[in-house]
């Protein structure tokens, strides 16, 4: 399984965290895009359901940005 | 059948305002406002303590009730922060309140599942001794407990007291219940060395994975729809958390009240604390009451305006 940012978009859509996912920046974290902290456990917990991963409390901490979720997921499920 | 005839609410005057402290405690207003919910947090009044707010709320509830003291058959106290451990504060509370020697007490020492927990033991208590009168109390102050500086706890929890008036004549039944405990997480939110610790991120977790699928079990079980719901009294653990339970559930966000935002998430007060104002709208006839918290527990009900 190879996750696209359109995957991660998506699931950000479904958190509605932001008013534009589609507006978000690769270069940017989340939090300077204005996701909160609870925005970001939403977006993680909608990832552990959506693949079957569990993301560990150790591993949320770098995932700030959708470049990095992109690819933490891929390593994960690779 | 033993249900619900009225609930009295006790909350300290003094107030902890969050909008004023978010910043220094690297929050925002926005987010207190928005996301957390809780615009103010109540705290114990100084030289108050958990008894006298038990004491006080049991009073009211007696008073309005115009109840005699030696008519009340059980008296059920839920807490885990008393004023001391031995003896129960239950008892305390008998001795203060004036209830008959043969006036049945015991604790229970659940959280935020605690309400709901309690309806269900004490009516079943009161139904196995043919008992007509008890009174729950609800009085778990964790100002004692949090550390003021600590962002993820101070700005949720508030201090606040209820009394619930069981009887054979009530204004709402008891439907089924339904429980649940995850004890392999429980020590994600914890009273270490006198200190509440919370893991915010793993109670949401449990909360958004748990809660709105014992809902929808609760609801079947009552031989209900979520439609035939009027409304959904979730604990108030905060904005965000009863709103993320309403999404997942697919419910009407304006059946999914937050009520807390000037008082904070008062611990097993929290639904009873609702319920007050919400068993008087005489729309309001079937109820959800889900509480969900430490342990990691959770226990939800229904209730039925008594037709």
């Known amino acids: ?78 | 059948m033993i249900g619900i005839t009225d609930i009295a609410t006790y909350l300290p005057q003094c107030r902890i305002d969050n909008l004023q402290r978010a910043t220094q405690l690297g929050s925002t207003p926005e987010q207190v406002e928005e996301r957390i919910g809780f615009r103010r947090v109540a705290q114990l009044d100084p030289g108050t303590d958990t008894l006298d707010l038990a004491t006080t709320v049991a009073r009211q509830l007696l008073e309005k009730n115009v109840l005699d003291p030696l008519s009340v058959d059980v008296l059920v106290v839920v807490t885990q922060n008393p004023d001391r451990n031995i003896p129960h504060l239950s008892a305390e509370l008998h001795g203060t309140l004036g209830f008959s020697s043969n006036c049945a007490c015991y604790d229970i020492g659940l959280g935020c599942s605690g309400y709901v927990y309690a309806l269900s033991v004490v009516s079943a208590f009161m139904s196995a001794n043919d008992f007509k009168v008890g009174i729950l109390v609800t009085a778990d102050l964790y100002s004692k407990i949090v550390n003021p500086n600590d962002k993820i706890t101070s700005l949720i929890f508030g201090d606040g007291a209820t009394a619930t008036l069981l009887t054979t004549d009530p204004v709402f039944e008891l439907g089924a219940f339904s429980f649940g405990t995850q004890g392999s997480e429980a020590d994600k939110l914890a009273c270490n060395d006198g200190v509440l610790f919370m893991n915010g991120r793993a109670v949401f977790n449990f909360v958004a994975t748990h809660v709105p699928g014992d809902i929808q079990r609760v609801v079947k079980k009552n031989h209900l729809s979520l439609e035939d719901i009027d409304c959904f009294v979730l604990h108030q653990g905060s904005r965000f958390i009863v709103e993320t339970i309403a999404k997942r559930l697919l419910a009407d966000i304006q059946k999914v009240p937050f009520m807390a935002a000037e008082y904070g998430n008062t611990v097993s007060s929290s639904i009873p604390m609702m319920l007050a104002s919400l068993i008087k709208d005489m729309k309001n006839k079937t109820m959800v009451l889900s509480g969900f918290g430490l342990g990691f527990s959770w226990a939800s009900t229904v209730i039925k305006r008594k037709e």
């Open chain 1, 1 to 78: 399984m190879n996750i696209a940012r359109e995957d991660i978009v998506a699931v950000i859509r479904d958190a509605n965290v932001v008013s534009d996912p589609d507006k978000l920046r690769d270069d940017l974290t989340l939090a300077d895009q204005g996701v909160d902290s609870l925005g970001i456990f939403n977006v993680i917990l909608l990832l552990q359901e959506k693949y079957g991963v569990e993301i560990p409390d150790d591993d949320v901490d770098p995932l700030v940005s959708i470049p990095a979720i992109v690819n933490y997921l891929n390593q994960r499920l690779a």
